[in-house]
């Protein structure tokens, strides 16, 4: 069983830049497919981005791209999330998410992932 541990949330002001970070643990990082989340008040738990075991596919949400990047390190056992030109409407919890599925696409629905992880907060002040 996979243990995921986030970090790297926080403030942070309008246009600026954060990188979570997920750290994983009890299984082979590079069997996985990774994704992140996010859920803010009030409103449902919203995909953000992908990437395949490799790392060499990456999907990600109309409303983060250009935005945001993922990408993982198989040596660290850990996936980020780069987080640029930040705004207040991004104001969420994250979370990151691995789906055991041998699958060549990294999925967008949070039905498709097996493990999770608490999540950080990231608040964006205008």
């Known amino acids: 069983q996979v243990q995921l541990v986030e970090s790297g949330g926080g403030l942070v002001q309008a246009g600026g830049s954060l990188r979570l970070s997920c750290a994983a643990s009890?299984?082979?990082?590079?069997?996985?497919?990774m994704g992140w989340f996010r859920q803010a008040p009030g409103k449902d738990r919203e995909f953000v981005a992908a990437?395949?075991?490799?790392?060499?596919?990456?999907v990600s949400a109309d409303s983060v791209k250009g935005r945001f990047i993922i990408s993982r390190d198989n040596a660290k056992n850990t996936v980020y999330l780069h987080m640029n030109s930040l705004k207040p409407e991004d104001t969420a919890v994250f979370s990151c998410?691995?789906?055991?599925?041998?699958?060549?696409?990294?999925?967008?629905?949070?039905?498709?992932?097996?493990?999770w992880g608490q999540g950080p907060q990231v608040t964006v002040s205008s």
């Open positions: 009890g299984g082979t990082f590079s069997n996985y497919a």
């Open positions: 998410a691995a789906d055991s599925r041998w699958v060549s696409q990294p999925a967008s629905s949070g039905l498709e992932y097996h493990y």
């Open positions: 990437c395949s075991r490799s790392g060499g596919i990456t």
